[in-house]
C-alpha cells in the first residue's frame, strides 16, 4: 500500500528521515528553531565574487542609469573582469568566474565592434572559458517556453554570474505595476535557487523631470524593484556641461559598506572606464543653481529643496553635501518656508531684488 501524501508537511518530514540526523542544516529551511540555537549554528558567509561586497554569490545586483549614459559598456567590463579574475575598477578583486551575458540592447555588429575593443588587451583563453554571450532578441522571462529556453542554456553554461541587458525588454509586464514586477522577478528568484548564481540587471532611470528620489531609488517602476535588490551601481553624468566620457559612480546595499562614489573616465579606444577621482572633488557652481532652480520653476509650481538638491546632483554628479554646502553660500538669494502634507516639504522662492520701487 502507498503512503505517498499531497501533504506537504509529510513530505518534509519523509525528507527529514531518509538522512541520518532528522532535522539537518535547520538554519538553512523553514523548520522552527529557537534564536538561540539558530545563532549557534555555523553559517558560512556568501563568497564575494566582486570583492567589498559588490557582488556576493547568488545575490541580485543592479546597475542603474539614464538612457545612453554606458550601461552596457559598464557590465560588459564587470563581466570581463568576473572572467579573467582581474580587478574591478583597478580596486575591487574579483573571483575567476564562468559569466552568461543575455543582452537585447544593441544589435549583433555593434556588440562585435563594442567586444573588439573591450578585450583587446584581455586574456583571450579565459574569455573563451569563462564569458558567454546570447543575443536574445525577444526574449520575456515571462513567457514559459521562452523561459524554459532560458533554462536549458543555464545548464548548458553553467555560469556562476548572469548579465540581463536591458530589463524592460526581458519581459512584457508593467513595470509600475508591483504585482506584476513580483511575477518577473520571482522567475529570477527560481534560477537564482536553482542554478546557484548572482544576477546583474541592467535598468534605466525614470525622465529626470519624474524622478523624485536620489540614488537606486532612481529606478524606473515600481519599488519593488528597488527593494529588490542586494547591490545597486547608480551611475549618473559628471555633468550635463560635457565630459560625456565621464560619469558618476554611487553605490547602495543591503549589507556591505558603502566604498563611496567615484568619477569615472571612459578611455575611447578601449570602451574601459578606470576611476579618476573621488566625487568629492565635484563642484557646483552659483549658475548651477540658478539654471538648475529656473528649469524647476518651469516644471514646477512649487520649488522644494529636496528637488533642487536631487536635480543638482544629478546634473552636476556632486554628492549631497556639496549641493548643501553651495546652497548654504547662496541662502541670502532664497526664502524658504515649510509647506503642508507629506514631509513637510522645504519649499523655496527667490528673493526679490532691487524691491525699492
Known sequence: MSTHSNDPLVHKIDRCFETSDPFPDVANNDYPISVVDF????????????????????????????????????????????????????????????????????SEV????????????????RLRHNFHLINAKGLKLDNEEEFEELRENLSSVMPDVMILDPFYKLHSKEEN???????????????????????????HHGKPSEVRHSGAQRLR????????????????????????????????????????????????????YKPIHTETEVKVSELDVNQTFEELEDEESKVTKKDLVERLMDKTGAAEKTVERRLKKMKSLFNSFEGTGRGNPIYLKRKIQNDNC
Not at 553559517?43 to 545612453?68: M, Q, T, Y
Not at 522577478?185 to 541592467?202: H, P
Not at 560635457?242 to 566604498?259: H, T, V, W, Y
Request: a negative charge; one cysteine or more; aromatic letters at 8%.
Open 39 to 106: 545563532i549557534n549554528q555555523e553559517i558560512p558567509d556568501r563568497e564575494d565574487l566582486i570583492g567589498g561586497g559588490l557582488l556576493p554569490r547568488n545575490s541580485i545586483a543592479f546597475v542603474s542609469g539614464r538612457a545612453k549614459i554606458g550601461k552596457s559598456l559598464f557590465v560588459t567590463q564587470m563581466g570581463i573582469c568576473l572572467a579573467t579574475g582581474s580587478a574591478f575598477l583597478l580596486r575591487f578583486p574579483c573571483t575567476e568566474s564562468k559569466v552568461l551575458y543575455v543582452q537585447q540592447e544593441i
Open 221 to 272: 517602476g515600481s519599488s519593488a524593484l528597488f527593494d529588490y535588490g542586494d547591490s545597486y551601481f547608480v551611475l549618473q553624468r559628471k555633468s550635463e556641461k560635457g565630459f560625456k566620457d565621464q560619469i558618476k559612480l554611487s553605490f547602495e546595499f543591503r549589507n556591505a559598506k558603502d566604498p563611496g562614489g567615484m568619477i569615472l573616465n571612459r578611455d575611447s579606444s578601449t570602451l574601459w
Open 110 to 125: 555593434s556588440m562585435q565592434d563594442r567586444l573588439r575593443k573591450q578585450i583587446q588587451d584581455q586574456n583571450t583563453d
Open 177 to 203: 505595476s508591483a504585482s506584476d514586477m513580483q511575477n518577473v522577478l520571482c522567475r529570477i528568484d527560481e534560477l537564482i535557487d536553482d542554478f546557484g548564481i548572482s544576477v546583474i540587471i541592467v535598468h
